[in-house]
């Protein structure tokens, strides 16, 4: 199980820092994804970062302005958010996949099978 942290509200223009931990078992093998959900849409990619931390992967819409990292010590993913827009309104999860692959990233709903629950970041304009 995994526990996202660290939304919220926002302006335009601001930054947030999203939290991915584990509440069981650690996910220091497994490459980590940020999806996000607004209403009426369907779950899409945002990031994802291999389980290394030297392969990362983002979505064209955030590239630039979002940043994912890993401490694997602490078995913690992150999601930094600057320059954060109304249009990033969503509801953020961070799943888990493991892979036999160090640097392996995933990018799809379908490829990761360990999922949190959301957080919830709304952007005013």
């Known amino acids: 199980q995994l526990q996202a942290s660290g939304g919220g509200l926002v302006q335009a223009g601001g930054s947030l820092r999203l939290s991915c931990a584990p509440s069981g078992r650690p996910f220091r093998s497994s490459c980590m994804g940020w999806f996000r959900q607004a209403p009426g849409k369907e779950r899409e990619f945002v990031a994802a970062?291999?389980?290394?931390?030297?392969?990362?992967y983002y979505a064209d819409s955030v590239k630039g302005r979002f940043a994912v990292s890993r401490d694997n010590a602490k078995d913690t993913a992150y999601l930094q958010m600057n320059d954060l827009k109304p249009e990033d309104t969503a509801v953020y999860y961070c799943?888990?996949?493991?892979?036999?692959?160090?640097?392996?990233?995933?990018?799809?709903?379908?490829?990761?099978?360990?999922w949190g629950q959301g957080t919830q970041v709304t952007v005013s304009s």
């Open positions: 970062i291999s389980w290394r931390g030297d392969n990362t």
């Open positions: 799943a888990a996949r493991a892979t036999l692959g160090p640097g392996y990233v995933y990018t799809t709903v379908a490829e990761f099978k360990d």
